[in-house]
T-cell receptor, first 114, second 111 residues
Framework: KAGVTQTPRYLIKTRGQQVTLSCSPISGHRSVSWYQQTPGQGLQFLFEYFSETQRNKGNFPGRFSGRQFSNSRSEMNVSTLELGDSALYLC?????????????FGNGTRLTVT | QKEVEQDPGPLSVPEGAIVSLNCTYSNSAFQYFMWYRQYSRKGPELLMYTYSSGNKEDGRFTAQVDKSSKYISLFIRDSQPSDSATYLCAMSSVGNNDMRFGAGTRLTVKP
């Protein structure tokens, strides 16, 4: 079974630009979560989508948004990029509707904002 | 105080040693406990998954959860250089898919 796939692997953007990251979950997984990972803050929860609906949201500004499609694929968008947005963005999927089910992560998109 | 505390290390051990990694937490609502391993330039990989208190063993890895002390551990027996990675503890509460992670402990196993 294929794992979680994230594209692109690396991105370099300039302050003020916007960026869209893509995630394809494990087949059959309907829950997709997004995390930001930085050396200083570790893994921080951005949001979770289930059946095309945002089910949970972390404490990030409105510049961070996401969506999920009917095939469970998800995208994350960051507008008006800031230097502090440089991070590894991780997507994770989990089994449908199972509370507390473990997350399975992709290898992330490394975003650098200059 | 963070919800999940994990010593970031770094931790360096000789090959064959027993490694003990630990996390403490403050939220008594946590019921699901996980350990992830993350190699450089990779995403976290699920190692162990336990529900509530108790022990779970998988090969060289043993996970322990003590809910009364709000303390979880991961033991690695006969450690190998390939075990060199960052280990993250994670936990979530019933009905909440918002998982909380520790800061991660960087482990190096020297040949």
């Amino acid at each position: 079974k294929a794992g979680v796939t994230q594209t692109p692997r690396y991105l370099i953007k300039t302050r003020g630009q916007q960026v869209t990251l893509s995630c394809s979950p494990i087949s059959g997984h309907r829950s997709v979560s997004w995390y930001q990972q930085t050396p200083g803050q570790g893994l921080q929860f951005l949001f979770e989508y289930f059946s095309e609906t945002q089910r949970n949201k972390g404490n990030f500004p409105g510049r961070f948004s996401g969506r999920q499609f009917s095939n469970s694929r998800s995208e994350m968008n960051v507008s008006t990029l800031e230097l502090g947005d440089s991070a590894l963005y991780l997507c994770a999927s989990s089994s449908p509707g199972t509370t507390g089910s473990p997350l399975h992560f992709g290898n992330g998109t490394r975003l650098t904002v200059t | 105080q963070k919800e999940v505390e994990q010593d970031p290390g770094p931790l360096s051990v000789p090959e064959g040693a027993i490694v003990s990694l630990n996390c403490t937490y403050s939220n008594s609502a946590f019921q699901y406990f996980m350990w992830y391993r993350q190699y450089s330039r990779k995403g976290p990989e699920l190692l162990m998954y336990t529900y509530s208190s108790g022990n779970k063993e998988d090969g060289r890895f043993t996970a322990q959860v003590d809910k009364s002390s709000k303390y979880i551990s991961l033991f690695i027996r006969d450690s190998q250089p390939s075990d060199s990675a960052t280990y993250l503890c994670a936990m979530s509460s019933v009905g909440n898919n918002d998982m909380r992670f520790g800061a991660g402990t960087r482990l190096t196993v020297k040949p």
